[in-house]
Every structure is written in structure tokens, then in C-alpha cells.
């Protein structure tokens, strides 16, 4: 699974740092440009044709920007086409879980799909031999 936590934290320290509504609006433009960026640079690791999952994951160093990141719909939807994710220190470890298990559930229902389908082929055998053993009773 992809997770890149090389954040150019840099790029959006003013958000942060400035007490001036004009500069934080400002700010805010400019997290939705490099979220898009981030976004797009960190998708070039999906590679499932190479063994990676099918989404990544997009690590932001600290709550409030991850805040700032999720509470924004235009970034959401940008990263979401993108099947990156962003996590947080406190949300990685729960969605690392939550993928694990889901991956889990995923390889129960494939163990559950093939016994469903070598039931109906059981089904299928027996059907035949019922018929059979009805014909030669009748015969």
C-alpha cells in the first residue's frame, strides 16, 4: 500500500501563521492547489499491475492541517478521483486497520464464493444421479 508522508509543509505554513482573514483565505486557495499536486504525484505510486493496492495513502503531519484538508470539498473530491487518501497521526493506525480488515472480509468472501460455487456443482452431481437412479428405478 502506497503511503507517502513527504508533505511540503512549507507550501501551507502561511495558512497557520497568519492571523488575517484576506491571508488565510489566501491560504486556503493555495492548500486546495497543493493538495491537487500532492494528490496527483502521490497516485504515480498506484501500481497494481506491480503489486500495490488499488488506493494510497496521503500521510499530513499534523491535525490541523488534516482538518483543514477534510474539511474542504474540492479537495475531497480531487483526492478522492485520485484514490488517495489523507490520514492523519491519529487516523493512520485506525485506517490501517480498517483496510486490513476489510482485506480480510474481501478473502473470506472469495473463500465463500468458491465454496458456494463447488456447492452448486455438488448440487449439479447429485441432481444427475437422482435422475439416474429415478430412470433405472422406473426401468
Known amino acids: 500500500m502506497p503511503i507517502d508522508a513527504k508533505f511540503p509543509r512549507e507550501q501551507v505554513a502561511a495558512l497557520f501563521e497568519n492571523s488575517n482573514e484576506a491571508e488565510i483565505d489566501a491560504a486556503r486557495v493555495?492548500?486546495?492547489r497543493v493538495m491537487k499536486a500532492e494528490g496527483k504525484r502521490i497516485q504515480q505510486y498506484?501500481?497494481?499491475?506491480?503489486g500495490t493496492t488499488d488506493i494510497a495513502l496521503m500521510y499530513l503531519p499534523s491535525e490541523t492541517l488534516y482538518m483543514e484538508v477534510i474539511r474542504s470539498r474540492?479537495?475531497?473530491d480531487a483526492l478522492n478521483a485520485l484514490r488517495v487518501f489523507p490520514v492523519s497521526p491519529?487516523?493512520?493506525m485506525m485506517?490501517?486497520?480498517t483496510i486490513a480488515l476489510v482485506h480480510k472480509w474481501y478473502e473470506v468472501a472469495k473463500g465463500f464464493e468458491k465454496s458456494r460455487a463447488e456447492l452448486a456443482k455438488?448440487?449439479?452431481s447429485f441432481d444427475f444421479f437422482q435422475n439416474q437412479f429415478e430412470m433405472s428405478a422406473r426401468a
Open 30 to 32: 493555495a492548500l486546495v
Open 46 to 50: 498506484i501500481q497494481p499491475e506491480n
Open 74 to 76: 474540492e479537495i475531497g
Open 90 to 92: 491519529n487516523t493512520l
Open 95 to 97: 485506517t490501517l486497520q
Open 122 to 124: 455438488a448440487q449439479k
